[in-house]
């Protein structure tokens, strides 16, 4: 059974695709475009990706894993743990080839908000795309990780079933609305 997409309008999301390979680069941008998405900018790494978030609000990160000199794992870590990011919440989907259960794991745990496998195909990307949208996770920080809540469901932890290491989560609703 094929799942229904959602039809919506993400012609006015600002995407920020960091790629070091320049024909996947121009496929996720004609992607986009066919979307009509209007407001693409792109970095062929994470070091240039972090300038180009000085100046541009992006809502959603694309991001390859495989770069140098900063790859997009450390970009992920980067973005959500240093202070002068102008928004360490910024949706960040991983495009890689590395779809191996312990490496999804290690992504998700550095902060990554989606994961897509390569090749990718323009229902994939549109599908992850909405899952941001429709499905905002809570941003958690704790002492040890800054990120989307890494749980899928909606479970509330309380207090009793906190671990004794975890700090309380910061409530960013504001934050994840805007």
Known sequence: MVKALPDLDISSLNVLIIEDNKYMQLILTEIL???RVR??????DGADALDELKTFAADI???DWEMMPITGIEFTSMVRT????ANPYVS??????HTEA???RYARDQGVTEFLAKPVSAAKLYERICSVIMNPRQFIKTKKYNGPDRRRGSKLVTEA????NDTPVED????LSA
Do not use: H, P, W, Y
């Open 61 to 63: 990160v694309l991001c």
């Open 92 to 97: 960040i989907i991983l495009i890689t080839g």
């Open 172 to 175: 960013d609703s504001e934050q």
């Open 82 to 85: 240093m202070s002068d990011v």
């Open 161 to 164: 079933r906190r671990r004794s």
């Open 39 to 44: 407001n693409i900018r792109t970095a062929v």
């Open 33 to 35: 475009r066919a979307f």
């Open 102 to 104: 312990e490496k999804v």
